[in-house]
């Protein structure tokens, strides 16, 4: 069992920046990859950027790359996700995930789920 705890979200203005993070307790962080995902009002949730166990590879939704980077510390068991640049589109929940599967990017591959934590950018 992984249990995962995400913070960080706020509002914000377009073109600022948030730092989510994604605490991590239970079985080996590192046995997992991590992902994140979002899901704003009326959508289905999507796939935002997942990171390998081992922090060296990294996979992103065409709509973030160039804007957001996923980073995990192994040390203290907790992943980020920096976000620049933010766009009224980026408003929603963001959910923080753990996965079996190298770089999976699709939510039934992912086991473990946060609560979600809410971003909301303003225009």
């Known amino acids: 069992q992984v249990q995962l705890v995400e913070s960080g979200g706020g509002l914000v203005q377009a073109g600022d920046s948030l730092r989510l993070s994604c605490a991590t307790s239970g079985r080996t962080f590192t046995s997992y990859t991590m992902g994140w995902f979002r899901q704003a009002p009326g959508k289905e949730r999507e796939f935002v950027a997942a990171?390998?166990?081992?922090?060296?590879?990294?996979k992103y939704a065409d709509s973030v790359k160039g804007r957001f980077t996923v980073s995990r510390d192994n040390a203290k068991n907790t992943v980020y996700l920096q976000m620049n640049s933010l766009k009224p589109e980026d408003t929603a929940v963001y959910y923080c995930?753990?996965?079996?599967?190298?770089?999976?990017?699709?939510?039934?591959?992912?086991?473990?789920w946060g609560r979600g934590t809410q971003v909301t950018v303003s225009s």
């Open positions: 990171i390998a166990w081992s922090g060296g590879t990294t």
């Open positions: 995930a753990a996965a079996s599967y190298w770089l999976a990017t699709m939510r039934s591959a992912y086991a473990y």
